[in-house]
């Protein structure tokens, strides 16, 4: 599986960005889809996940209630809402697919991952 996301940019805090990730080769619908960060000098850190229906989300509570994944099976694609953006949000944002069921907060446990996309928020 190839994954591509999209959607960066710079924002000021409080502002909205949407990400996207496309996926290419295997069943989409197959994987739980994920969306990490990583500050600098950070580790990569969970950011939320979708089941492979789209009926089955979970987020970090850094991001709760302000983001929100969902995906659209039919285009092979995932994407990450993101509202009301703080400062502390900046990192370059990745998003990746895991075929097991299981623990799904360490980014060890995913099987893909796309390019990461570059997310600044100023202040």
């Known amino acids: 599986v190839q994954l591509q996301a999209s959607g960066g940019g710079l924002v000021q805090a409080g502002g909205s960005l949407r990400l996207s990730c496309a996926a290419s080769g295997g069943t989409f619908s197959n994987y739980r889809m994920g969306w990490f960060r990583q500050a600098p000098g950070k580790e990569r850190e969970f950011v939320a996940i979708?089941?492979?229906?789209?009926?089955?989300?979970s987020y970090a509570d850094a991001v709760k209630g302000r983001f929100t994944i969902s995906r659209d099976n039919a285009k092979g694609t995932v994407y990450l809402q993101m509202n009301s953006l703080k400062p502390e949000d900046t990192a370059v944002y990745y998003c990746a697919a895991k075929t097991h069921l299981g623990d799904y907060i360490r980014f060890s446990t995913y099987d893909y991952w796309g390019q990461g996309t570059q997310v600044t928020v100023s202040s």
């Open positions: 979708i089941n492979g229906n789209g009926i089955s989300t």
